[in-house]
């Protein structure tokens, strides 16, 4: 064999036994590598890494950055001691859908120690496009389709969405998942939550500024139109599901902006919230309803770290209802 | 059959083996000819009547060339040629500027539109037998005796849907004595084919989603995405183009064949006239070759030369009048840098780096012509890129992707030439080509048409 041909067969058998060992490594990691493909699936495989939940946080980007599980954990402690340590986790992910968010639901079934689950309610939440991660299966016409269904065998491709550039930075937060509370977006915040850095509790809390006005579960029948119709009936048996599990359910409507007087949440969707208390037997925090200021906002609808802080805080004095009913 | 496509794959690989098995180079001519029937039939079976039928045609007639030498021949074949060309690509194009003519002038005539079809390839294949016939015409090379080489040189699969437009001095010779498997330059072309894959798939498929979404409606964008989204633009032609034609060498190599490269990172270019020596390189010869100079060149009419030369680049990658604009704009740019012999030519690296970032910019701001599905829509991005506009933003992942594709061109290039990639240590290419594996597996899929496909 001459020296090229050596070369060729080196390049080719090394690059195969590279590929090989990335099919291995897939293998032996398949669930992380699936979780990773997609951004609910990889909070839901982080929730799998914590023993014990008691209060789940469902939503988009909203609740993402406005909840740390840690401080409502450290809120209710400081309220109600007697209900000892109460353990969260925050489930919800930036561009969530109520599709999405459905689809997710039925995974937690397995988890028996979950005894509240607080959704979001909001616009993005409910007009979201759905991204849901099941693909949906295609029909089986062309060659090209026989051909790409006969390679879904190797995970390699199988599972090739998870090798995606904004896929790749979720392995390490599957990795180290146990660890952080699920509000933390950025590699420095997941960092420090890791190494066992903890967040301030809210400097000040004012509960009277953060009272969510409540809408009861025996709120009048409203006149809403189909489309919202349909998203009450819904979400109301979404926290009905909840309930036949043993799992205490409460819509939450995260802060706004007091600058901002257009929103949905403040418009057109308050008939809405009352349909989905009614139908849904459950109670709607509406935090939207209240008029906080701009120094805990880093946009009109996304909380900043100390208003994530507060809201933490306001969360955990309503959660100590709901936990002592339960 | 789209080079991206399993389908493409599953037929290539055993036709490579049997290629390579085959004892005679007759055999493997033959296989190659039927590989590349069955390939071009697979868009729209009834094409190959039409690539039959023009290498059936070109053969007789550059045989006939080789003893008659007339002109007025070499005239009609060259007219045949066209003539396809002009019914498939421009009779449409044709048939509305006539009805708008007719219109205006208040007749109540119209023309029929024929039926829109352009089989794949036409552009390049009609250039490319245009230049043999001249060729042989000029004595240049001799009408090649063999139909089934000849044939394989007209319908070679690798190169014919977009090129590179491959001369027949250059691949003819290369068919008529048994060819030896060549270590190197299977490992080159293997290489090639990952690369090109990796730069269609990896980088055009995904800056098309930007580049699309802006062009669709310009109006919404803001002054800064309308440049960010023009760059996308830019690196996604560049990218779409080049990977295609360097997979095109890479196959070729595999079946020990060599064909010419046809870019050389062009955006680097610090003019014009570079510019379009490492743009599309052989497309950019055949106009050099086959009409500019027999226009004249540079020693008469140069104004004219230039103009009529990049008028008709411009018609040839599309039958609309925004191509012919960019084509013009092109031809009077390089009248400019022409009249204009006061710009420095070499100059220190800043001066270098400043007519490169120049000339990158104006070579994006004539692509506007080329993208836009109308005049209207050119205007109306045109309005955004040079005006302050308020609108939708950048992305961070589309400038995070520029970047990267900016930063890249010119050592992926590097590698593409005088089979360096194989003289790499084995470590280097591992990693090289586990990256190029990496965006062919991460962002398969999409499986986008080839954009020169359209031309």
């Known amino acids: 064999m001459s020296k090229a041909s050596a070369r060729l067969a080196w390049f080719v058998a090394g690059l195969l036994i590279l590929l090989a060992a990335l099919e291995i490594f897939e293998r032996r990691h398949s669930a992380i590598i699936v979780a990773a493909s997609h951004r609910g699936l990889t909070k839901i495989a982080m929730l799998d890494l914590h023993p014990s939940v008691d209060v789940v946080f469902l ?48 995974r937690l079934d397995a988890r028996r120690d979950i005894r509240v689950a607080v959704i979001e309610l909001s616009d993005p939440q409910i007009f979201n496009e759905p991204a849901p991660w099941d693909e949906t299966p295609r029909p089986t016409v062309t060659l090209e389709d026989r051909l790409a269904d006969a390679v879904q065998g190797v995970h390699v491709v199988r599972y090739r969405k998870a090798l995606l550039a904004g896929n790749l930075g979720r392995l390490p937060s599957l990795f180290i998942g146990a660890s952080l509370g699920g509000w933390e977006t950025k590699g420095t915040e997941q960092a420090a939550s890791w190494l ?128 002592k009913l339960r | 059959m789209l080079f991206n496509s399993l389908t493409f794959f599953a037929l290539f690989l055993p036709t490579l ?30 094409s190959v009547f039409l690539l039959l039928f023009t290498i059936t045609f070109n053969y007789g007639m550059g045989r006939r060339q080789a003893r008659v030498r007339s002109r007025l021949e070499l005239a009609a074949i060259i007219a045949v040629n066209l003539s396809l060309l002009l019914w498939f690509k421009y009779a449409g194009f044709i048939a509305d500027n006539l009805n708008e003519a007719l219109s205006l002038a208040g007749t109540a005539w119209h023309v029929t539109r024929p039926p829109a079809f352009l089989p794949l390839g036409i552009s390049f294949f009609t250039f490319q037998v245009i230049a043999y016939q001249v060729d042989v015409f000029r004595g240049e090379i001799p009408a090649e005796p063999s139909f089934l080489r000849f044939a394989v040189f007209k319908s070679f699969f690798p190169q014919l849907i977009a090129g590179p437009i491959v001369r027949a001095k250059d691949f003819l010779p290369q068919l008529r004595d048994r060819i030896a498997f060549d270590a190197t330059l299977f490992h080159h072309g293997v290489w090639l084919v990952l690369a090109g894959l990796a730069l269609k798939i990896g980088v055009a498929d995904v800056l098309a989603q930007f580049a699309d979404e802006a062009f669709r409606a310009p109006h919404t964008l803001s002054t800064a ?61 055949w106009f050099r070759d086959y009409v500019y100079i027999p226009l004249g060149g540079s020693r008469r009419h140069l104004a004219r030369n230039l103009l009529v030369t990049m008028g008709l680049a411009g018609l040839w990658h599309g039958a609309g009048w925004p191509f012919v604009i960019w084509g013009l704009g092109h031809g009077l740019w390089l009248l400019m840098e022409r009249y204009a012999p006061a710009l420095p030519h070499g100059g220190s690296r800043i001066v270098r780096v400043l007519k490169t970032v120049l000339v990158f910019h104006g070579v994006c701001l004539l692509w506007v012509f080329f993208r836009s599905p109308s005049i209207a829509i050119a205007q109306e991005y045109f309005a955004r890129l040079l005006w302050p506009h308020a609108g939708t933003g950048t992305s961070s992942v589309l400038t995070n992707w520029l970047v990267m594709v900016a930063l890249v061109q010119w050592p992926l290039a590097w590698t593409f030439k005088q089979e360096r990639f194989p003289a790499l240590s084995l470590t280097r290419q591992w990693l090289l080509a586990l990256a190029c594996l990496y965006f062919v597996l991460a962002y398969a899929g999409a499986r986008v048409d080839f954009i020169y496909f359209n031309f």
């Open chain 2, 17 to 46: 083996a049997t290629y390579w098995l085959a004892p005679w180079q007759r055999a493997r001519l033959a296989l190659l000819l039927a590989a590349s029937l069955i390939f071009y039939s697979y868009f729209h079976w009834p």
């Open chain 1, 196 to 323: 066992g850095h903890r967040e301030s509790r809210a400097t000040g809390f004012d509960p009277a500024l953060w009272k969510p006005a409540i809408v009861a579960p025996d709120s009048a029948p409203q006149v809403i139109d189909p489309t919202l119709a349909e998203v009450a009936a819904r979400l109301g048996s979404l926290a009905r599901r909840f309930e036949d599990r043993g799992v205490k359910a409460v819509f939450t409507v995260p802060p706004l902006s007091a600058s901002v007087h257009d929103m949905p949440e403040r418009q057109g969707l308050r008939a809405l919230f009352a349909e989905v208390a009614r139908l849904g037997g459950c109670e709607v925090w509406d935090f939207a309803a209240l008029a906080l200021p701009e120094i805990y906002f880093r946009d009109v609808s996304h909380l900043n770290r100390e208003g994530r802080a507060q809201y933490s805080e306001a969360l955990a004095r309503e959660l100590v209802r709901l936990l």
């Open chain 1, 59 to 106: 939503g988009t980007s909203r609740t993402q950055d406005g909840v740390s599980p840690d401080l409502v954990t450290r809120g209710l402690q400081a309220v109600a001691p007697e209900l000892g340590e109460v353990p969260g986790f925050n489930a919800a992910f930036t561009g969530s859908s109520l599709g999405a968010l459905i689809s997710l639901v039925p």
């Open chain 2, 225 to 285: 995405a309308a440049w960010t989204s023009l760059y996308a633009y830019a690196f996604q032609l560049y990218a779409d183009f080049w990977g295609y034609s360097t997979i095109a060498v890479g196959l070729a190599a595999l079946f020990g064949l060599r064909l010419p490269l046809n870019f050389d990172t062009p955006y680097l270019s610090a003019s014009l006239q570079e510019f379009w020596r490492r743009w599309h390189m052989t497309l950019s010869a």
